[in-house]
């Protein structure tokens, strides 16, 4: 019926564009992400004008200026700019979730063992606990401890002086403090030194043990030279005051940098990410037999990454020009400040310490700044977000373990491991792959949680945020800050999770 | 509702297997010497760690019970404040229309389970153990518990043992311990006989229906609240009541004892349904039942809209019926078997000038009200989808009809959620406590279910730029913590709306958990997507569905079954999510019992005992659920086919 | 490129007939690996092919392009005189002409055999369900399972799955049915029920492209056996040549191994 000679010929008629496979998906694409834009769009030019009526500024100013306020604790409690106070409350954040994570990893771990004893009043008193703490929200429970350490009133901070390490009352702990003093940051440089150093010695110990068979304890050895290079340069660090002039000139130079020079730099950067992707990109889908075949939706790809890179292009260039002002001001400043660290009259310990002390400036006595003081506010978040992680990780530990076969276990024991050594061999390195990224979830959400310290008047990033955007009225950009942070300390997180995930894969094999 | 229609799948198969023992074996039973020798003492180091444990929870329940029953704990202040708890301030004189609410949905509640419920019972044995570990644990706490710290009307400590004071408040501790000496021994004696008289009758693992179990107990509880002296503590008229030793208040026990008869005959009713030749017809209608109760509910019962009928008739009801049947129409004639490729060139079509009449509407070109620009765009996405799911004329009449309905309630909802409530309720215009949280839930999980869904295909999707989109947003929003959305939707949002726009602060604090809720749930949906295995793309690409039949055909009925268990988890975060609502600025249930009830003049800074009660609350409700889900796993697993 | 010549010994009844697959120089690549070498061949109306060739020798890539669940890169491929192209008509066309049986089954887990098979007459044809369900049960009639008709795929042995995707194939009154590995994932004794209702198939003159390594089944069926190797083929011929005289060498150390 069909002759084939003519449909041979018939293979290069194209389909008119509403038929046309590729066409058709690349228009519904199009449109829909237009609808997506048009209502943001639409929702943020309504913003626009309803700041403006109202006189909402959006800007970032707020962080140069005083912003009013005090911090309950942290590492300044009286924050001169916006920024410092946004500072504190993400330190606080950040030294909250490292806590926690290391609490809950502990308190997780002895429970999912408790989960998996054959013991019954242990295991029963662990699965009591999970149950109890994981089905009532983290919030009621923070509120618990709240209340619960408020209601403790036991030490009178007016009876004078207290001597001590520790001191515990209703206003909270308080705990010696370490802090950073003089010579830190030539310290530092000495330990970068060392860390190098450390690194070189395991990798020599480590082949060496490959090659002979001995024991050289490479871990063993590399912390040692770290240990060593910390206590030389807490005493030799002056001899590198004289860096401090090389980040002077590192300034200097990144302060003569023309703002036009690095809008260029940006925009190659954009464009030369662009080009290396679709090289690439063609090199994939080139054959043996001959140059790429491209399909019409690989040409699609390839003219929506050019137009990625050319929306960057016009916002460096042209939509936000302040940017590379910006971006040169911010480094030279760092650059400054991190010079002023070093040099002259930085002669002392890079660490110091100091015991609680009480001031009575008023009528009420509270902890002075000596110590490291740690509020109800937050003992009630920690203890809050640590049981309530904690059971989530004991379960995660106890599914973990329970999903490596019966016979792995076996076959150690058929090779004559002892049980100590069945375990530490076999089964937790095989459990640890499965344990670890749900736990590392659960680190995310243990970090994310910590925000719920607003609730109780600990001054984390959110508190701090949700005050300043309250008293200078612009909540905007502090929302755009938070999501920053988060994203950040997220993105952190994972990348650290996945990394020892990816070590314990190539270990394992 | 997902669970719902899985649950249904399988019923239609097995009827009632209420009394059938469950499929799982029984574990064997040791002889009691053995089981503690085995479970408790098989080596030194466990027997030491036995006995260490034993004895630090000892302390601990020790300490936790005279907490408890301490006479400093002001345990009346939730007692007095239970309806604040429950409803927050809803003014007295409009109860009945919480009564109402709450006998909906004891016969949704009631019917439901007498169609779907395939409880498998519990055995006799295990319940004779249950009544003797019950008794144990109430004589395990009377010697725990410290017979108490006696003060005088000055706050005092009693120490004088001839003080008549304390001698007198010693012997109503003693005779309130001889009353629960005499209840645990009785349940502890209930449980042996039962245990004997089975054994001698070979008829221990005869099974008892989990909904006796389940209505009986309730019915306790009810009953117990016309005999047992609760005391009537309440705020009436703003006058504080507390009556020691007499029941509670008539107008508590009047209502639950009804709604406890409506439970009951409802799930009778649905017993004899789900017997009927109409059981599959009527599950359909209580799914549909379920899904808009809360709408109904929330706005119809509690608030009971003021509407505006001069506006409704001139401006609501023409924009619904132009939709309703110019786009019925244009649905019909798209939907047209026959209508190949010029079905699609007009859906695209709809779309551009969907696009276009949406773009229109900040650059002022022609003013036009939102609810239409919507309407117009949803029409132009239904329109698109439209050839895919022509047919025969039926299918195109429920097509048609499906839409019909879906513009009523988008509209009536827009018309009633912008109408002033009739029903005065302090501060806001919503309620709080309890019933807040619960609502807040629901309509959460609605409405962020179908948008999950929508963003776990974008992001499986082959199409890039869909993926990069969900992509995008799945992960920034997963990225920062529920608070800060929260502040973002009741700060900020107003801020983002067009003139004459507003919006209450319920529904953005309802927006704002939705569009968390959904990156979350689109995870779940996700992975339930990924677990679906290339052949089946394959069969449907080459019985030549398209892909959005291929989609809602093949691929979502799968993935969503198999998302059941994580999807259930995320009911009770979503559940447990709520009690945020207390920080910024509702009246949710932790807020009642954190800040509202401390702050009454009669119970100042009484905190403790208020939040314990709200856990416990919290902890029924997400335990009950989480061991639902539990069940419902093993049944999911067991059923695999 | 002339397409004239018949890569085989064709007799002159089949000459005749209509030309229901061409693919001409049908080239494809995953990555930098060819699956597909300048495959050629014609099938015609009502003839029945079967595909034979070692593992990985490109058979299911071929015979998956044919259906467009693959696409190819180069070269053209034309069903019963539509072409293969990025046209969704043509597309929609061929893939509801073509019927597919995998060797995995793909039944559809979660819906009923008999939902199974009216899915896609009902939704892409638009027949009335009552027409969908009594077309549904004559070809359970016909595969020899009419009782299965309300049971769960789950429910059914491996042979009466491959029979219920049989029925589900036909149902939507393809004019070439394309088998990939049918019998592979199925017991011995499962085998044989399948194979027969192939038979039956062919029988009623359904234009059929197998690839299997039933060598019973092509000796018996076949009208003819094109075999591949490292996605070219090599050697066409009626199954009597194939099987009594081929002419190359490959084809000789194939059959060598699996005879
Ligand atoms: N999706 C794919 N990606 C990469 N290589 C593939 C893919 N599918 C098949 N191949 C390769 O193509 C070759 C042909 O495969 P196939 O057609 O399945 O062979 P056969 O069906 O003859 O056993 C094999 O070498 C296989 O590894
Ligand atoms: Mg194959």
């Known amino acids: ?509 | 509702m997902s669970e719902e229609s899985g649950v249904a799948l399988e019923s239609a198969t097995e009827d009632d297997i209420d009394d059938q023992p469950m499929l799982k074996p029984e574990e064997p039973s040791l002889p009691p010497g053995e089981w503690v020798q085995k479970n408790l003492f098989s080596s030194v180091f466990n027997s030491v760690l036995t006995i260490l444990t034993i004895v630090v929870m000892a302390f601990a329940v020790r300490g936790l019970l005279n907490y408890i029953f301490s006479e400093e704990r002001v345990w009346s202040a939730p007692a007095t404040n239970a309806r604040l708890i429950l409803t927050f301030a809803y003014p007295e004189s409009q109860y009945a229309r919480v009564w109402v609410t709450v006998g909906l949905l004891a016969v949704l509640a009631g019917t439901s389970i007498g169609l779907w419920a395939q409880w498998a019972g519990v055995s006799a044995k295990k319940l004779c153990f249950w009544s003797m570990n019950l008794g144990s644990g109430i004589l395990l706490a009377i010697v725990l518990t410290q017979p108490g710290v006696h003060r005088d009307a000055a706050g005092e400590v009693l120490r004088d043992a001839d003080s008549a004071v304390l001698r007198k408040s010693f012997a109503t501790a003693m005779s309130d311990r001889l009353v629960w000496w005499i209840v645990g021994l009785a349940f502890i004696g209930a449980g042996l006989l039962a245990w004997n008289w089975l054994g001698e009758m070979r008829r221990r693992t005869i099974r008892v229906p989990s909904s006796a179990l389940i209505f009986g107990s309730l019915g306790l509880i009810i009953l117990s609240l016309w005999i047992v002296n609760y005391g009537h503590y309440a705020f009436s008229d703003g006058e504080f009541i507390a009556i020691s030793g007499r029941t509670v208040a008539s107008t508590t026990k009047q209502p639950w004892t009804v709604m406890w008869l409506i439970l009951v005959g409802s799930f009778f009713l649905g017993r004899r349904i789900s017997q009927s030749q109409r059981a599959v017809s009527v599950k359909g209608l209580m799914n549909l039942a379920w899904l808009l109760s809360p709408f109904i509910i929330y706005w119809v019962i509690l608030r009971d809209p003021s509407i505006d009928y001069s506006h409704v008739w001139t401006t609501d009801l023409p924009i619904f019926l132009a939709f309703a049947i110019g786009g019925g129409a244009i649905l019909w004639l798209l939907s047209y078997p026959g209508i190949g490729e010029a079905g699609r060139l007009a859906g695209v079509g709809l779309v551009v000038v969907a696009i276009f009449q949406f773009a229109a509407a900040f650059t002022g070109w022609y003013p036009m009200l939102q609810k239409a620009r919507i309407s117009f765009v949803v029409l132009a996405l239904v329109g698109l989808a439209a050839s895919n799911f022509s047919g025969e004329r039926s299918q195109r009449v429920r097509f048609v009809g499906v839409w019909v309905v879906l513009m009523a309630l988008l509209h009536y909802f827009a018309t009633v959620m912008n109408s002033p409530a009739t029903v005065d309720v302090v501060s806001e215009n919503f309620t709080g406590g309890l019933t807040v949280t619960l609502f807040v839930t629901a309509l959460t999980l609605m409405i962020s279910f179908p948008l999950g869904v929508v963003l776990a295909l974008g992001r499986t999707s082959s199409l890039p730029i869909f993926r990069i989109m969900s992509t995008a947003y799945i992960e920034s929003i997963r990225g920062v913590p529920l608070i800060t959305i929260l502040f973002f939707f009741s700060n900020i949002l107003p801020l983002f709306l067009p003139d004459g726009m507003d919006i209450a602060e319920f529904a953005a604090i309802i927006l704002g958990y939705s569009l968390f809720s959904a990156a979350y749930l689109a995870e779940n949906v996700r992975g339930g997507l990924q677990a679906i295995r290339r052949g089946q793309y394959e069969a449907a690409d080459a019985l030549g569905l398209t892909s959005p039949q291929r989609t809602s055909f093949i691929v979502l009925p799968q993935a969503l079954r198999i998302s059941i268990p994580p999807l259930v988890g995320q009911v009770i975060g979503t559940f447990k999510e709520t009690s945020l609502i207390a920080i910024i600025g509702g009246f949710d249930l932790l807020r009642i019992g954190n800040q509202v009830i401390p702050a009454q003049t009669q119970f100042l800074g009484i905190k403790r005992e208020n939040l314990l009660i709200v856990a416990a609350m919290y902890w029924l409700i997400t335990f009950a659920i989480s061991k639902y889900s539990m069940r419902l796993e093993r049944r999911l697993g067991v059923g695999e086919r | 490129m002339s397409f004239s010549d018949a890569h085989s010994p064709i007799s002159d009844d089949l000459a005749s007939r209509r030309d229901m697959i061409v693919c001409d120089n049908v080239n494809k690549w995953y990555g930098d690996f060819q699956a597909l070498k300048d495959v050629s061949a014609t099938i015609k109306e009502q003839e029945v092919v079967v595909v034979l060739g070692p593992s990985g020798s490109g058979k299911s890539t071929w015979i998956r392009c044919i259906n467009r669940l693959e696409v190819h890169q180069k070269g053209m491929i034309a069903v019963d005189g539509v072409e293969l192209s990025n046209d969704l008509r043509n597309i929609e066309k061929i893939r509801s002409e073509v019927g597919m049986v995998f060797q995995q089954f793909n039944l559809f887990p979660h819906l009923t055999v008999i939902d199974n098979i009216t899915l896609a007459p009902r939704w892409v044809r638009k027949l009335p369900k009552s027409d969908a369900d009594a077309r549904a049960r004559a070809l359970l009639d016909r595969v020899g399972i009419p009782e299965q008709a309300d049971k769960y795929p789950g429910q059914l042995s491996g042979g009466q799955q491959q029979r219920v995707a049989i029925a589900r194939a036909l149902a939507m009154e393809p004019n070439v049915m394309l088998f990939d590995e049918p019998t592979s994932a199925l017991d011995p004794e499962m085998i044989k029920e399948v194979l027969d209702v192939m038979k039956g198939l062919a029988e009623s003159g359904m234009t059929m492209m197998v690839v299997t390594h039933e060598m019973g089944f092509a000796r018996e069926v076949a009208d003819r056996i094109i075999f591949m190797e490292e996605g070219e083929i090599v050697e066409v011929g009626t199954p009597e040549h194939f099987f009594t005289d081929p002419t190359e060498d490959r084809t000789k150390l194939f059959l060598s191994q699996i005879l």
């Open chain 1, 1 to 509: 019926m069909t002759n084939p000679t003519t449909l041979a010929d018939r293979a290069h008629e194209k389909p008119p564009f509403y038929r046309d496979a590729t066409i058709v998906k690349w228009i519904i694409q199009v449109a829909v992400l237009a609808l997506v834009l048009f209502s943001l769009f639409f929702l943020a030019s309504e913003a626009g004008d309803n700041l403006r009526a109202s006189n909402v500024p959006t800007d970032f100013n707020f962080l140069d200026v005083d912003p009013g306020i005090k911090v309950s604790e942290g590492i300044d409690t009286d924050p001169d700019t916006g920024g410092r106070a946004l500072w504190v409350g993400m330190v606080n954040t950040i030294r909250m979730s490292i806590a926690g994570i290391a609490a809950a990893t502990v308190l997780g771990v002895i429970i999912g063992l408790a989960r998996l004893s054959s013991n019954w009043t242990v295991n029963k008193v662990g699965s009591i606990y999970i149950e109890t703490i994981r089905n009532v929200p983290l919030l009621v429970q923070i509120y618990i401890w709240a209340a619960v350490l408020a209601s403790l009133s036991s030490v009178n901070l007016d009876q004078g002086p207290i001597h001590g390490w520790v001191h515990l009352s209703n206003k909270g702990l308080s705990l010696p403090r370490v802090f950073i003093s003089d010579g830190f940051y030539q310290w530092l440089v000495v330990m970068i030194f060392g860390a190098l150093v450390a690194r070189w010695v395991h990798k020599r110990q480590t082949a060496i043990h490959d090659a002979t068979g001995h024991d050289t304890y490479p871990i063993g050895s590399g912390g040692g030279v770290l240990v060593v290079f910390a206590a030389i340069g807490w005493f030799v660090h002056p001899v590198f005051g004289f860096v401090g002039g090389w980040l002077d000139q590192v300034a200097e130079l990144i302060d003569g940098t023309p703002e036009f020079g690095l809008q260029l730099v940006l925009s190659a950067l954009f464009v030369g990410a662009a080009v290396l992707w679709i090289r690439s990109f063609l090199n994939q889908r080139r054959t043996p037999a001959g140059p790429a075949q491209l399909s019409d939706d690989d040409w699609f790809r390839m003219i929506f990454a050019g137009i990625g890179a050319g929306i960057g292009v016009f916002v460096v260039l042209i939509m936000w020009p302040g940017l590379s002002s910006w971006m040169i001001n911010s480094s030279r400043d760092l650059f400054e400040v991190l010079g002023a660290k070093f040099g002259d009259g930085r002669d002392g310990a890079p660490f110091d310490a100091m015991r609680p002390n009480v001031v009575k400036p008023g009528n009420f006595a509270n902890y002075g700044p000596n110590g490291l003081n740690l509020t109800i506010g937050f003992a009630a978040v920690f203890f809050g977000v640590v049981l309530y992680t904690a059971a989530f990780i004991g379960e995660i530990v106890r599914g973990g373990i329970l999903a490596i076969p019966k016979g792995q276990t076996e076959a150690a024991a058929a090779v004559g491991l002892r049980r100590s050594t069945q375990l530490r061999m076999v089964i937790l390195p095989q459990a640890i792959r499965i344990i670890l990224p749900p736990v590392g979830n659960q680190y995310l959400n243990l970090a994310k949680n910590t925000s719920l310290a607003i609730a109780v008047g600990y001054s984390d990033l959110v508190q701090v945020g949700q005050t300043i955007g309250n008293q200078t009225g612009k909540p905007l950009p502090v929302f755009a800050i938070w999501m920053l942070f988060y994203l950040a300390v997220s993105l952190t997180i994972s990348v650290v999770v996945n990394f020892f995930n990816v070590r314990l894969k190539i270990v394992e094999r």
